[in-house]
């Protein structure tokens, strides 16, 4: 039976990771950037100086929302994790450096795509029976789009809610155990027999402080991640930097492997990464897993800022897309490749190359900070994901289905700690690629909104600046 589940799911896998996904994400990009006459890109400094000078203003929210500073913080809880180390050294290792190249094309076409999501996501959103504020795919799709495409909206909830179990709690949960358990096995502090117990208390200890935090509400959730995600994202930022720093001669070298690699991975990668479009693949999927532009999850959280302009708030999506990919991940792509640590290129990676990359410069003394940054960037996630299955679950059942939805959540935190899951990821993100049709096709057909909405913010407001 398990083998029948794991051999369906794998042909959907590679149907939805694949070609189709590939074409859909950077052609809905393509699409919304020519329309909006790559704002992205034309518009890119007028952005950064519109979200970091928000950041930096301290002001409350009223009751049911978040500051725009919280909303982009709980949208990054969610996107800056594991992608951003164990996904970008996946993605050299199965499609050479060439993949970083593709990473960056894919990361350039979804600053458009999540500036659109998040400014539908305001521009539609709705105030839920608590008094909150609530948006996302499934309320633009709603509101947005006539009435016979509303299926759509519960497919997007639906599809939301299994992968939030897996791809936002259990698997970031392993993550968790994981590292604490190495970290603990270099020092010799902790042994085989002792590890099951070890992480069921581990497990335990997550379940009550998911629960708390996700029961405290909105603001619960926005003081956590405001706090959390600067703190742990700067401190990563740091490091990497000072690791390239240190291999500077190799910067120009590892530059030119990444765009030869991006046309003939063959030359680089000694033969074992072929294909072009392999290449081409990975660093697109990755990228997309990392900063989730087309997924329209982010959405969710930036419709709870206390804000009135949809498309000021748009450009957090923008920020979002260049901090997560552009600046994270390229940083821990170079500091695999400038460390010059072994690649077995062709063959899977995850987060030891990205740890081998960082001890070869600083010494074993690093794998505990590796450890505690794995652990912040997975507990960020799982937090950001609580706060997106909330919104599905209360999208299909009312509000009422809220606290026992929050309570399961935390639960299955312990289900994360203790059991095997390469089955239950491999499934969650079959649904994390179903997620990204419905909101896609919402998205496409919305474009013309976003294009009307631009134009009035820059004929306004916008005009000045």
Known sequence: MLQTIEQINNVVN???????????????????????????????????KVTIGRMLKKREASDGALTPFQAVCTALAATVGTGNVAGVAGAIAIGGSGAIFW???????????KFSEVTLAVHFRETNANGELVGGPMYYIKNG????????????????????????????????????????????LLSEESAPTLNLVIGIVLAALIALILIGGIKRIGQVTEKLVPFMAIIYILLAIGDVLINFRSIPAVFGSIFEGAFNPAAVTGGAVG????????GVSRGIFSNEAGLGTGSIAHACADTRKPVKQGFFGIFEVFVDTIVICTLTALVILCSGVPVGYGEAAGAELTISGFTSVYGGWVSIFTAVAMCCFA?????????YGTRCIEFLFGTRANKPFMILYALVAIVGATMNLGLMWNIAETF??????????????????????????????????
């Open 14 to 48: 590679n149907f939805i990771w694949g070609v189709p996904a590939m074409i859909c994400i950077i052609g809905v990009g393509l699409f919304l950037s020519v329309r909006t006459r790559f704002l992205q890109i034309r518009k890119f400094p007028y952005a950064m």
């Open 103 to 113: 990473m960056w094309i894919s990361a350039i076409l979804g600053m458009c795509t």
């Open 145 to 188: 789009l006539k009435k016979h495409w509303l299926w759509l909206a519960y497919l997007f909830s639906a599809f939301g809610v299994l992968t939030v179990f897996g791809t936002g709690n259990a698997t970031q949960v392993n993550t968790i155990t994981t590292a604490i358990d190495s970290a603990l096995y270099n020092f010799n």
């Open 275 to 282: 294909s072009f479009f392999m290449s081409m693949k990975k």
């Open 379 to 387: 507990f960020s996630t799982i937090i950001g994901w609580g706060l």
């Open 432 to 465: 994390n690629g179903l997620m990204v049709i419905p909101n896609l096709i919402a998205v496409f057909l919305l474009s013309g909104v976003v294009v009307k909405l631009v134009k009035e913010y820059f004929e306004g407001e916008g005009k000045t600046k």
